[in-house]
């Protein structure tokens, strides 16, 4: 593997259910990053984790919860969603989370909530 | 409210010309800035990074920035149909997170 891979490439999920994203990064880059890119609007940061910390929640509700267990993986879990939350969520990673520093992407998950 | 704007288009110009795609930004203090292609269904790949003032060339790609004006565009030269994507163009803000803001993009028609 090559990149930044995710994982399922496509989801849909009631807004009951619990599921995860995952992404893994294969470059030796030391931050990682989640998006949401929605319909007609630019795409938004959600997370910021640097060397597995957390440095950057943009104001995300409380039903996306993420987890970095090392640098290399970023897990996005969904709990009891809304329809709104379908969008395709994107992760990236870069070097470092500094000014400068080019972010990469993965190929996204495309999230349907129903 | 940091933002990043760009015309949404489409921009449409035929196979050979140079396509112009432009970007302001209203954060005086950002300081690096990337053009990102995105196809229908695909995610976003970065083409160019530029972080001085003046033009940086890459093959048919050449990103220029204007730090006074807030200012960023980007000139394909010899566009073909392949060209044709949404190009997103993303700014750094001034705090040292990493954080990217990202304009909503421009669509690019390269007609044969």
């Known amino acids: 593997e090559t990149g930044v891979t995710q994982t399922p490439r496509h989801l849909v999920m009631g807004m009951t259910n619990k599921k995860s994203l995952k992404c893994e990064q294969h470059?030796?880059?030391?931050?990682m990053y989640w998006y949401k890119q929605s319909a007609k609007k630019p795409l938004e940061l959600m997370f910021v984790?640097?060397?597995?910390?957390?440095?950057e929640n943009n104001s995300v509700p409380s039903r996306f919860s993420p987890e970095c267990p090392n640098s290399s993986h970023l897990f996005l879990h969904l709990h009891t969603l809304q329809p709104e939350d379908s969008a395709l969520y994107l992760c990236?990673?870069?070097?470092?989370?500094?000014?400068?520093?080019?972010?990469?992407f993965g190929p996204g998950t495309r999230l349907t909530v129903t | 409210q940091k933002e990043v704007e760009q015309n949404s288009g489409p921009l449409s110009v035929p196979e050979g010309a140079i396509a112009s795609l432009n970007c302001t930004y209203s954060d005086r203090g950002s300081q690096s800035f990337f053009w990102y292609r995105q196809y229908s269904g695909k995610s976003p790949e970065l083409i160019m990074s530029i972080y001085s003032n003046g033009d940086k060339e890459d093959g048919r790609f050449t990103a220029q920035l204007n730090k006074a004006s807030q200012y960023v565009s980007l000139l394909i030269r010899d566009s073909q149909p392949s060209d044709s994507a949404t190009y997103l163009c993303?700014?750094?803000?001034?705090?040292?997170?990493?954080?990217?803001?990202f304009g909503q993009g421009t669509t690019l028609q390269v007609k044969p």
């Open positions: 470059l030796g880059h030391n931050a």
């Open positions: 990236a990673s870069s070097q470092f989370p500094g000014v400068g520093y080019e972010q990469y």
């Open positions: 984790y640097n060397f597995k910390e957390q440095t």
């Open positions: 993303a700014a750094h803000g001034s705090g040292n997170t990493g954080k990217l803001i």
